[in-house]
C-alpha cells in the first residue's frame, strides 16, 4: 500500500525550511549572503534536527539585532506554528523586516501580507510592487502571485494576457509549483473557456516532478476526462500518489474510486486490497480534517466501509492510518 510515513521524511522537511531560506539570498552575491548567514550556523542546526527552543532565541537575537535573514526565519516560526501557535499577523512584521533587507522570499511574503491585509488595509497595489521586486531579485513564482492579479484587475490594471506571460515566465523555468498555477489559470478558463488539452500538458511534466498538487489536478482530468480519454486506473494512481504525501483533497477521490471499482460479479464483492485502500484513504480523511467541504460525504462513506469489511482488518489498517498521519510535514508555503 502506497502511504507516506516515515521520521525520515519528518527530518527531511526540517532540513528544506531550514536551508531553503540560505537558497533566497540572491541580491547581495556571495559574500553578502555568506556574512548574514555565517552568525545563523547553530541556530540553523538546532532548526534542522527540529529543536525549535533552541533555534527561536537564537534566530530572534540575530533578528533583532537586524539580521534580515534571521528575520525571515523568525517569521517562519510564526506562519507555521514551529514550538509555538501559528500567529500570521506577527510572522508579516518579521517577512516585511527580511523584506527591507532584500531577501527575496521576505519580499515575497511581504507582498502576501500587504495583498491580505495582515496588520493594516489590504493593498494589492503595494503587494504588486513587492512581487515585482521579489522576482526582480529571482524568486521567480512571485511572477505568478503577480499574475493573479493582472488576472483578476486587483490593484494593477486587468490584463490577462500579462498575467499568464507572466507566470508562463516562471513556468518555463521548470519550477513546477509555477507550472502547477499556469495550469489552473488554464483549468479556470480566465481567457475564456477552460483550456484543458494545455493544462493536461504541463500537469503532466509537473506531476512527475512529484508536486502533489499536479497529481491530484492530473487525476481529476484523467478521471473526468477533460481534454483527454477518461482512465480511471491512471486517475488513481495519480490521486494515491498525491494522498500519500498528505494532499487533503485527494484523500476522497482515492477512496471513492478504490471502493467503485468492478465487484466480483459473484459475490458481489471489492478485491480486498482495493476495500481496505479506501478505508484507510476515507480514515485518514476523517482523521486529519474538521472542515474539509468532503468530510460528509468521507463519514458516509466510512460507515458503509464498516459495514462491509471484516472487523478483525480494523486494527492493522487503523496502525497505518495513524503511521501515515504521524510521517506528515507541511510542505513549504514560500514557493506560493
Same mark, same amino acid.
Given at each position: 500500500?502506497?502511504?507516506?510515513?516515515?521520521? !525520515?521524511?519528518?527530518?527531511?522537511?526540517?532540513?528544506?525550511?531550514?536551508?531553503?531560506?540560505?537558497?533566497?539570498?540572491?541580491?547581495?552575491?556571495?559574500?553578502? !549572503?555568506?556574512?548574514?548567514?555565517?552568525?545563523?550556523?547553530?541556530?540553523?542546526?538546532?532548526?534542522?534536527?527540529?529543536?525549535?527552543?533552541?533555534?527561536?532565541?537564537?534566530?530572534?537575537?540575530?533578528?533583532?539585532?537586524?539580521?534580515?535573514?534571521?528575520?525571515?526565519?523568525? !517569521?517562519?516560526?510564526?506562519?507555521?506554528?514551529?514550538?509555538?501557535?501559528?500567529?500570521?499577523?506577527?510572522?508579516?512584521?518579521?517577512?516585511?523586516?527580511?523584506?527591507?533587507?532584500?531577501?527575496?522570499?521576505?519580499?515575497?511574503?511581504?507582498?502576501?501580507?500587504?495583498?491580505?491585509?495582515?496588520?493594516?488595509?489590504?493593498?494589492?497595489?503595494?503587494?504588486?510592487?513587492?512581487?515585482?521586486?521579489?522576482?526582480?531579485?529571482?524568486?521567480?513564482?512571485?511572477?505568478?502571485?503577480?499574475?493573479?492579479?493582472?488576472?483578476?484587475?486587483?490593484?494593477?490594471?486587468?490584463?490577462?494576457?500579462?498575467?499568464?506571460?507572466?507566470?508562463?515566465?516562471?513556468?518555463?523555468?521548470?519550477?513546477?509549483?509555477?507550472?502547477?498555477?499556469?495550469?489552473?489559470?488554464?483549468?479556470?478558463? %480566465?481567457?475564456?473557456?477552460?483550456?484543458?488539452?494545455?493544462?493536461?500538458?504541463?500537469?503532466?511534466?509537473?506531476?512527475?516532478?512529484?508536486?502533489?498538487?499536479?497529481?491530484?489536478?492530473?487525476?481529476?482530468?484523467?478521471?473526468?476526462?477533460?481534454?483527454?480519454?477518461?482512465?480511471?486506473?491512471?486517475?488513481?494512481?495519480?490521486?494515491?500518489?498525491?494522498?500519500?504525501?498528505?494532499?487533503?483533497?485527494?484523500?476522497?477521490?482515492?477512496?471513492?474510486?478504490?471502493?467503485?471499482?468492478?465487484?466480483?460479479?459473484?459475490?458481489?464483492?471489492?478485491?480486498?486490497?482495493?476495500?481496505?485502500?479506501?478505508?484507510?484513504?476515507?480514515?485518514?480523511?476523517?482523521?486529519?480534517?474538521?472542515?474539509?467541504?468532503?468530510? %460528509?460525504?468521507?463519514?458516509?462513506?466510512?460507515?458503509?466501509?464498516?459495514?462491509?469489511?471484516?472487523?478483525?482488518?480494523?486494527?492493522?489498517?487503523?496502525?497505518? %492510518?495513524?503511521?501515515?498521519?504521524?510521517?506528515?510535514?507541511?510542505?513549504? !508555503?514560500?514557493?506560493?
Amino acid at each position: 500500500m502506497l502511504m507516506a510515513g516515515s521520521r !525520515a521524511r519528518c527530518l527531511a522537511w526540517r532540513v528544506f525550511f531550514a536551508t531553503f531560506v540560505y537558497a533566497s539570498v540572491i541580491g547581495g552575491g556571495a559574500a553578502a !549572503a555568506e556574512d548574514i548567514s555565517a552568525p545563523l550556523k547553530q541556530a540553523q542546526a538546532a532548526l534542522a534536527a527540529g529543536d525549535y527552543a533552541v533555534a527561536y532565541p537564537q534566530f530572534k537575537e540575530q533578528a533583532e539585532a537586524g539580521n534580515p535573514l534571521a528575520s525571515f526565519t523568525v !517569521a517562519l516560526f510564526h506562519e507555521y506554528g514551529w514550538g509555538r501557535p501559528v500567529d500570521r499577523a506577527v510572522a508579516c512584521i518579521w517577512f516585511e523586516r527580511s523584506a527591507e533587507g532584500k531577501i527575496p522570499a521576505g519580499e515575497h511574503f511581504a507582498g502576501d501580507c500587504l495583498r491580505r491585509g495582515a496588520n493594516g488595509p489590504p493593498d494589492p497595489a503595494a503587494a504588486a510592487r513587492m512581487y515585482e521586486q521579489a522576482a526582480a531579485h529571482g524568486h521567480l513564482i512571485s511572477l505568478c502571485s503577480l499574475a493573479e492579479l493582472y488576472v483578476a484587475g486587483e490593484g494593477v490594471p486587468k490584463d490577462v494576457a500579462k498575467g499568464l506571460a507572466l507566470c508562463q515566465q516562471a513556468a518555463q523555468k521548470g519550477i513546477t509549483t509555477a507550472q502547477v498555477r499556469l495550469a489552473r489559470f488554464l483549468l479556470d478558463g %480566465v481567457t475564456g473557456n477552460p483550456e484543458y488539452p494545455q493544462a493536461l500538458q504541463i500537469l503532466q511534466v509537473a506531476a512527475e516532478t512529484d508536486n502533489p498538487e499536479a497529481q491530484f489536478l492530473l487525476g481529476r482530468m484523467l478521471r473526468d476526462g477533460l481534454g483527454t480519454k477518461a482512465n480511471i486506473d491512471l486517475a488513481v494512481g495519480w490521486f494515491e500518489r498525491a494522498a500519500s504525501k498528505g494532499y487533503l483533497p485527494a484523500y476522497l477521490p482515492t477512496a471513492q474510486l478504490y471502493y467503485g471499482a468492478t465487484r466480483d460479479p459473484r459475490t458481489g464483492l471489492l478485491p480486498p486490497d482495493f476495500l481496505a485502500k479506501s478505508y484507510v484513504w476515507t480514515s485518514a480523511l476523517v482523521r486529519r480534517s474538521d472542515e474539509s467541504a468532503d468530510l %460528509v460525504d468521507a463519514k458516509r462513506l466510512l460507515a458503509e466501509l464498516r459495514k462491509e469489511m471484516p472487523p478483525t482488518w480494523a486494527p492493522d489498517l487503523d496502525r497505518k %492510518v495513524d503511521e501515515h498521519i504521524a510521517g506528515l510535514a507541511t510542505p513549504p !508555503a514560500a514557493a506560493r
